[in-house]
Nanobody, 114 residues
Framework: QVQLVESGGGLVQPGGSLRLSCAAS????????MGWFRQAPGKQRELVAI???????NYADSVKGRFTISRDNAKNTLYLEMNSLKLEDTAVYYC????????WGQGTQVTVAS
């Protein structure tokens, strides 16, 4: 069982920045494939970024060049650095782990508004 706790969401103006964090339980953190998904009101949950256990990353086209996913295996923590935020980035952001099973965090709200 892996437990995930996200933090760092909030309200930011267009063009601003936020950093999301996801603290994960478990002694095998370095083996996890991890990622961030988001879900806007009335829309399906979509992949934002994913990072493998060896550090290979992939991003949704909509966030390439603006968002950066990273992990700190010593701290069992996943990050999402979000820059140049747009109104359309408003969503609940979920941390995700794929290790034998799929696990989800409870989500953190990111609101981009002027």
């Amino acid at each position: 069982q892996v437990q995930l706790v996200e933090s760092g969401g909030g309200l930011v103006q267009p063009g601003g920045s936020l950093r999301l964090s996801c603290a994960a339980s478990g002694s095998r953190f370095s083996l996890y494939t991890m990622g961030w998904f988001r879900q806007a009101p009335g829309k399906q949950r979509e992949l934002v970024a994913i990072i493998s256990n060896v550090g290979i990353v992939n991003y949704a086209d909509s966030v390439k060049g603006r968002f950066t996913i990273s992990r700190d295996n010593a701290k069992n923590t996943l990050y999402l650095e979000m820059n140049s935020l747009k109104l359309e980035d408003t969503a609940v952001y979920y941390c995700y782990v794929n290790y034998m099973e799929r696990y989800w965090g409870q989500g953190t709200q990111v609101t981009v508004a002027s």
